[in-house]
């Protein structure tokens, strides 16, 4: 079949463009050019795409397969940069990966695949689509250290039916590197992304003070009861759950940003609530009438915590408190499913 | 399967490059052999020195131009910025609102002069803007290479010489397809690529009028080659192919392409398709379809897939369709994002037509798919749409 694989230029989805290939279908491969990598790199008349193009290209060369860079730009500066640069200054912790996911890859790629005719789109995320008595299910990944389902929460069961995720089956990432070998591939020894793409420098807070310089204001630290403890140098520095960049108040967590007076509020460190809620929730089963059982995780790297979870109030109510952060995701499992989630609030 | 997988690819981007002309590559081969650098004084640098003056010759013949007033370059890209700082460092520079990124990047400080909504430069404007400069380098095109529109540059001509300014004439896409000699209309300078008119890549020309010959500046000294006007060897054999097509390229063959693009153009208009710049001047070999509810990028991927080759805006090196600032000039608004160019080359067959509109039809029942249906979300489309075209 006609297949669309989203190509970043690195290993994971250079082997999943391999194995399709591979394995007969018609591969067109298409890569995103997310932001102008002249700009983000700061080298001014820089060519505006980066390495990682430039490694797509060389794959889908190798393999002899269709090749398309598409400018998804301006898609990416509104929704996911712009959306991380809002989140921080509304004093949450945004999930750029998942706007991303939502938006781009699954929004508008998705969408061009069948306008090219295509059956599927392929990605090299690290999660199991299987098809379930009721359609396809989102399952965790085998290579549980890689697994990326908690990012990928927010796929529709629509775009799930149109996606495959090679990857997902892996044992680990060395199998991963030992088939790009194997086929040849140039980026087989490249090194794994890290962060955020778009902060090639790793200072985040210096792009969310480029669009929304308030969430870098300095401002007070305070407990409970209001009381000054320290000074912060921006809110976008910090995280519900956070412990450090505390100052005088070291030795305590975050439990709150109050954005619209600046202020970071700390608490004890067994601090936390056992509701969580959550908005913008994105169901892959049908929604559930009456409160489940499940489990819950807050963070991409956590163990998922047992609840109760009502969707219909967007509550999860947790066995153990916890600190939950707003703008992360509250994904819900049932073991290795995914059965929907939403953004904490 | 697609209906012409396999085939050779039909290419319609002869905007883009030309095919290369039989006469062009046999020179192109023949000047491979050739040892001699021709500024070297023994027997083989002499060889390649007549084989260089006398490719210089027949250019110069060829667009009007003294050999002298040739300088050759690596390209178009080159020339523009050659004739930008060469002529225009110390003058106030105007461009045109459609001009070429080779003309664009090398003046990020021009005036921009408007085209009127048929992609004509607006020569009102013009002259206003000319009344308030003194000495100006004018930037215009003879022939856009995204629309294929026109300029009146004998008019724009005209207003400079009034207005004590000169005229730089980007004649890249015209070259070879319209029946212009823009020096003697008045142009102090003008480019010329070769492989745009079926010559080798790597290869152009900078023409200067007698009376700026000698304020050319040099953007490159090096050896002094190119009396001094552009350092570094010349590229010989694409040099000798640059001359070989200009021999054979005949503008005999225009009214033949014209019918085919009007063909071309005349079915895509019936499936759909709006014609851009029609109503202006035009190129024989040009139309850009505009096709509503389809991105430009996704027409260009879906021809390729059926093995036709077209293009869209302006290719950055990436390879991403940047949005077209030519048609965002013409006032397009969102039909700016929908339009693809297609050219025909000087080569191309009478059933490129019909192999063309087979595949466009497809696309053009698509379009009109998403426009009838769904306005909604992206989630919706996906949820409601075939998957297969």
Redesign the interface.
Known sequence: MRIVVAMSGGVDSSVVAGLMHEAGHEV?GVTL?LYDHGAASGRKGA???GQD?HDA?NVADRLGI?H????AEAAFRERVIGDFAESYAGGRTPVPCVRCNQHLKF??L???A??????ALATGHYVRREDGRNGPELHRAADEARDQSWFLFAT?Q??LA?ARFPLGSMPDKARVRAEAARMGLPVAEKPDSQDICFVPSGSYADIVGKLRPEATFPGDIVDGEGTVLARHDGIARYTVGQAKRLGAASGQVVTHIDAERRRIVVGPRDAGSRAVRFAEANWLIDPPEAPIRAAVKLRARETPRPATIDALSGVATLDTSALAAPGQACVVYDGTRVLGGGFIV | MTPFAGAEPLYLDANATETLRPAARAALIAALDRVGNPASVHAEGRAARSLLEKSRAAIARHFGARPQDVVFCSGATEADAMAIHGLGSNRPILIGATEHDAVRAAAPNATTIPVNADGTIDLATLDRLLARQNGALVCLMAANNETGVIHPIAEAASLCAAHGAILHVDAVQAACRLDYDYLALGAASVAISAHKLGGPKGAGALLVAPAHADALAPLIRGGGQERGRRGGTQNLPAIAGFAAALDTAQLGNVARLAALRDAIEAGAREAGAIAVGADAPRLPNTTCLALPGLSAETQVIALDLDGICVSAGSACSSGKVARSHVLDAMGLGALAGCAIRVSLPWNASDTAPARFLAAYRRLAARALRKREGFSTSPEARAVAEPAII
């Open positions: 067109i050019q060519c505006c795409a193009i290209r269709a398309y860079v598409i400018d929004g508008d998705l969408g061009l069948r306008d090219l005719g295509a059956e529709t629509a775009q149109f």
